[in-house]
Structures are given as C-alpha cells and as structure tokens.
Nanobody, 125 residues
Framework: QVQLVESGGGLVQAGGSLRLSCAASGHTISTYTMGWFRQAPGKEREFVAAMSWSGGGTNYADSVKGRFTISRDNARNTVYLQMNSLKAEDTAVYYC??????????????????WGQGTQVTVSS
C-alpha cells in the first residue's frame, strides 16, 4: 500500500506561484508513474501532469503547459508540482496519484490506484 499526502496549497493572487508536494509512505514510489490531478467545484477531476518512474518522461495538460512543472525526488519519496503564472481558473483541489502500471500517457483518474486526500489551491483575480 502506498499512502500519499499532499501539502503546499493555499491562497495566492493571479500571476503568483505555489509549489505542491506529495510525500509518499508505505512503499517506495521509485517504480511508480506519478500524476497530479485537480477538481474544481461542480467539475470532474481532470489530469494536470504526470511523470515516469525515472523522471525522464513527462506529460502535461494543455491548460498548464509552460506554467506548471512536475518533478520527483525518489530518494525523498516525494513528488512536486511547481505552479507559476497562476490563473483564477487554476483554482481547485489538487490531488497526487500513483500507479505501478503504465506510463505518462495515463490521463484518466481510474488509471491511477493510489490517491492523496488533496490540497486546496485558490487563485484570486
């Protein structure tokens, strides 16, 4: 079992930055594809970014490409999401997810087995 705990969310003005962290425990995530998703009120959970187990491959939603960067530190069992140039439409609960099967092409929530509890990101315009 892998437990994931997100942190780093908060309130930020449009144009600002936040860095989310996802700390894993219970098992090393060094062989897992890691993803970030988000869910705004009244909307479905949507893919944000994913990174391969080695860190050599990444995938981003078009809406965040060029503004968000996913990274990982397998030695710390932690994944990060650096979010720059934040917009009001980035407001959502952000979730970290993990899967042992598949690569960065995985964009659907049901393709990830393990999930964190989420962290709120609110961008004021």
């Amino acid at each position: 079992q892998v437990q994931l705990v997100e942190s780093g969310g908060g309130l930020v003005q449009a144009g600002g930055s936040l860095r989310l962290s996802c700390a894993a425990s219970g098992h090393t995530i060094s062989t897992y594809t890691m993803g970030w998703f988000r869910q705004a009120p009244g909307k479905e959970r949507e893919f944000v970014a994913a990174m391969s187990w080695s860190g050599g491959g990444t995938n981003y939603a078009d809406s965040v490409k060029g503004r968000f960067t996913i990274s990982r530190d397998n030695a710390r069992n932690t994944v990060y999401l650096q979010m720059n140039s934040l917009k009001a439409e980035d407001t959502a609960v952000y979730y970290c997810a993990a899967t042992q099967y598949g690569g960065t092409w995985l964009r659907r929530p049901n393709e990830y087995r393990y999930w964190g509890q989420g962290t709120q990101v609110t961008v004021s315009s």
